[in-house]
């Protein structure tokens, strides 16, 4: 598929409304906006649209456990932070969904592919968020110290 650019749709100071459209990588894509413009902290307040092949998952203390939901799936709410991991922007979201017969799951969203669109506002935070580890496979959010 051919690499396109994040539809952004609104920007005033820290406020901005991003579009995602069909085909394309998400929660990878939004991590690739955040390296692009420098964004080291945000929460994504709201999110709207419809994903396919999801991966979404829950930390049970030790480890993720995770599954795949198929097919398209309704995003009924989808809100999060971006940080810094190990250099890079870390996208952190949990999403609620609804399938065909309108039953409702959610958990972690490790990725899925956007089946028609997905409509974000995000608030960019003046600070720096990072990931610390944090014993097993947690990473906790945290402040750095300067």
Partial sequence: MEE???????????????????????P???????????????????????LENIEIGRYDGKEYITEKVEPSSEILSLQGNVSIKEGKPFVHLHVSLADEDMS??????????VSMTIELVILELSSKF????????????????D
């Fill in 104 to 113: 409702a799951r959610g958990g972690h969203l490790f990725n899925g592919t």
């Fill in 28 to 50: 990878q894509k939004l991590a690739d906006w955040c390296e692009k413009e420098s964004v080291q902290a945000a929460a994504i307040v709201a999110g709207i649209g419809m």
């Fill in 130 to 145: 990072v990931r610390i580890p944090s014993g097993g496979t947690f990473w906790r959010l945290d402040i750095p110290e």
């Fill in 4 to 26: 396109t650019e994040v539809k952004v749709l609104y920007r005033n100071n820290d406020r901005t409304v991003i579009r995602f459209d069909v085909g394309e990588q998400f």
